[in-house]
């Protein structure tokens, strides 16, 4: 029994440890499948809210999980839905709700049995402190060796609410690295941006884009989600979202209520690694041009590239913001005869001989 307890307090520290280092859950499910005397080990998070799961599975046969994954068993997992019917903390055993007579379940057990070469199995669910999220653990015995001892089931029952509780803290730690992620995301965006998530639902929104979605001028967010307030648009931009979620980037253009120039919207597929205890993760970041308002442009930068003094550096950011010489001397409070001297001075740093190739040029210093 004193070998027991060493083992599961063993296992126990690895969770722990997992719950700061992402990487160290697959060989954690390796060691849990061997102490339980298993085959394969599916060690499971499912956010209730989202609707999503992940889930770090081991097999002994690596060929075997290879296909299963392919031919997409796991959306025939008759343990999801019954997770979701009955989302509180338990240990069960196959035998206790798997109904054979329903053909989803029936096909799923039979792939298992004649594909992964598993039998019967065991598993313990813990509704995690929030209600909204489930830590799951299954363990699945090979084909031939029966039923799960009482030994293995008592193992279980003792070691899940510490797995559960290892998990807990990995999901507060991923919110915080996310959180983090998303704000340096948009943090250096002058456009609107804002962030959705791998089910398409909104992250976060920057102060620009709020200032849009409260003018209500064709873009809202309703229920969580970006939405069009002309039909059309809005089913063009639920495309947009499902095709970006694939990984291409798409482009679309949103009518306005005030009937003024369209938003052109941008989304970019992010690069991502899915991590079972991140919440739901940033997929998506959309941009927002209103083709009313003129791009800044970054002074610092014009300066450094041209050697622009800094009244010259000024001229040249009105001139990008569509003022004519004359309006760009009232702003500035200087005489006309000096912002032509301004201007002509910039044309030459620059290599440009007219004021449209000028914008041109500095469009370019975001």
């Not at 929030?130 to 039923?147: C, E, F, K, Q």
């Not at 609107?192 to 398409?200: Q, T, V």
């Not at 030459?348 to 001989?353: D, F, I, N, P, S």
Request: glycine share 6%.
């Amino acid at each position: 029994m004193v070998g027991t307890d060493d083992m599961l307090n063993s296992l126990a520290e690895d969770a722990y440890a997992a719950a700061l280092d992402e990487s160290l859950w697959e060989p954690l499910t390796w060691r849990l499948m061997e102490a339980l005397d298993g085959m394969c080990c599916g060690l499971g998070f499912i956010d209730l809210a989202q609707g999503t799961r992940r889930q770090a599975i081991a097999h002994r046969n690596l060929t075997r999980l290879e296909r299963y994954i392919d031919e997409r068993m796991d959306e025939l997992d008759p343990q999801v839905r019954h997770v979701l019917a009955r989302p509180g903390s338990r240990i069960y055993l196959d035998t206790d709700y798997l109904d054979l007579d329903d053909p989803a379940t029936a096909e799923h057990a039979s792939w298992l049995r004649s594909n992964g070469g598993l039998g019967h199995h065991m598993s313990g669910i813990v509704l995690l402190e929030n209600s909204r999220h489930i830590a799951g653990l299954t363990i699945h015995r090979p084909v031939g060796d029966g039923a799960t001892p009482a030994e293995d089931q008592r193992k279980l029952a003792a070691l899940m609410p510490r797995i559960a509780h290892a998990m807990q803290l990995g999901h507060l730690h991923g919110e915080k690295l996310a959180s983090a992620y998303w704000d340096g995301l948009t943090a250096g965006l002058t456009e609107p941006a804002l962030l959705l998530d791998e089910c398409g639902k909104l992250l976060r929104l920057s102060p620009a884009m709020a200032q849009v979605i409260a003018t209500a001028d064709g873009l809202d967010v309703t229920a969580g989600r970006l939405r069009a307030a002309h039909p059309a648009d809005d089913r063009a931009l639920d495309a947009a979202i499902r095709r970006t979620l694939t990984g291409a980037a798409a482009t679309l253009r949103i009518t306005r209520r005030s009937g003024r120039a369209a938003y052109i919207i941008t989304l970019y597929p992010l690069p991502r690694q899915s991590r079972m205890l991140a919440p739901a993760e940033a997929a998506i970041l959309v941009t927002v041009i209103d083709p009313a308002i003129p791009p800044p442009a970054s002074t610092p930068h014009i300066r450094a590239a041209f050697d622009l003094t800094p009244r010259e550096a000024e001229m040249a950011i009105r001139m990008m913001e569509g003022h004519s010489v004359e309006s760009a001397a009232t702003v500035m409070a200087i005489g006309l005869p000096t912002a032509r001297v301004h201007l002509r001075r910039i044309l030459q740093k620059t290599g440009t001989a007219r004021q449209s190739e000028l914008v041109r040029l500095l469009a370019r210093f975001r």
